[in-house]
């Protein structure tokens, strides 16, 4: 069976690319998010096998939508998607509990490198 994947990226663009990479390489994208709160509300009613989750959004950003996830489910599978230059916001989001980044503009291999390795 496919991995679940919930996508979460306040820009449409961004959420197409990385649902575009993930459909090609046999992921099942399972819902989508434009901010924090609705990722968390999501994750609570799709129960993905992993989320990735932009770092900078309006309403809540990344960081705080992936304590609120750790917190309602330990085991949550959470990468962080930052842009070049969040170099302290990233090292935040690992202490938050987020398995891995990966950095925009995507690179498909390293989107699908980082997701393999979260997964195990």
Aim: charged residues 25%.
């Amino acid at each position: 069976m496919a991995h679940r994947i919930l996508v979460v990226d306040d820009a449409a663009f961004m959420r197409m690319m990385i649902k575009e990479i993930l459909s090609k390489n046999g992921y099942e994208v399972v819902g989508e998010a434009a901010d924090g709160a609705q990722a968390v509300d999501k994750y609570r009613e799709l129960s993905p096998d992993l989320v990735t989750m932009d770092i900078t959004m309006p309403e809540m950003d990344g960081i705080q939508a992936l304590k609120e996830i750790r917190a309602m489910d330990s085991a949550a599978k959470v990468i962080m998607c930052s842009a070049m230059g969040q170099q302290a916001m990233v090292i935040d989001a690992i202490q938050a509990g987020a398995r891995d980044f990966i950095v925009k503009p995507f690179q498909a291999d390293r989107v699908i490198e980082a997701i393999r390795k979260t997964l195990g």
